[in-house]
């Protein structure tokens, strides 16, 4: 299956678009490239997986994505405290986070079962 008609992969592309969006114009540099890096990594690791060859090899990719998840979130969470972007908008980019990451880790379960 090409990377592209996975859900989990649209979803999180469509997430990285929407960070991009919210953090246009944004003025603390620092914290914007760490953000945009970590959302554009998660589904940069979701299709460099479908494109390994092994299962073990998808599965690492997946790891990274769902750590990247981990890392966004964190983000979003230090931009919301510090009022660095608009609260409403980034807590619903939070909730498509952890839904994204929990569709990862459901994702790498199955696939250490076929190993």
Partial sequence: ???EKLKVWQRSARLACDVIELFEGNKNYALKDQILRSSLSVPSN???GEERETIKEK???YYYA???CGELLTQLLIAIETSSVPKEPALIL???TREIAKIIATIIQKDKRKK
Avoid: H, Q, W
């Fill in 94 to 96: 939070v909730k498509e």
């Fill in 46 to 48: 979701i299709s460099e």
């Fill in 66 to 68: 769902k750590g990247s």
């Fill in 1 to 3: 299956m090409l990377f």
């Fill in 59 to 61: 599965i690492r990719f």
